[in-house]
């Protein structure tokens, strides 16, 4: 018994940190005044997220090619933010189904 209510804790645990990394994720987008330029259902001057979404669903190399792009500003402005950072906001863009 006491097995099953430290499993449930355990998962708990983890479900509710993917959902803490997912605000984190969105606080930086803002932060970052990535919405001035792309939006999550409309493009405005940059794609939409639901485009980049379904653009890139089955490339599995996407998220660190996306990363490299935008902290050396190939073909986008560079990011000023740490790889980390860079990485999260990429996966919460992509994330938009």
Do not use: W
Not at 3 to 28: I, N, P, R, T
Request: aromatic share 2%; proline share 1%.
């Amino acid at each position: 018994m006491k097995l099953k209510v430290m499993m449930l804790v355990a998962a708990g645990a983890l479900l509710s940190m993917g959902a803490a990394s997912a605000q984190d994720a969105a606080a930086l987008i803002k932060s970052k005044n990535c919405m001035n330029c792309h939006d999550v259902e409309a493009k405005k001057m940059g794609p939409s997220y639901k485009e980049l979404s379904a653009k890139y669903a089955n490339d599995k190399d996407a998220v660190s090619r996306i990363v490299k792009r935008l902290k050396d500003g190939q073909g986008h402005m560079k990011a000023a933010a740490t790889d980390d950072e860079i990485k999260a906001m990429v996966e919460s863009a992509l994330s938009h189904k």
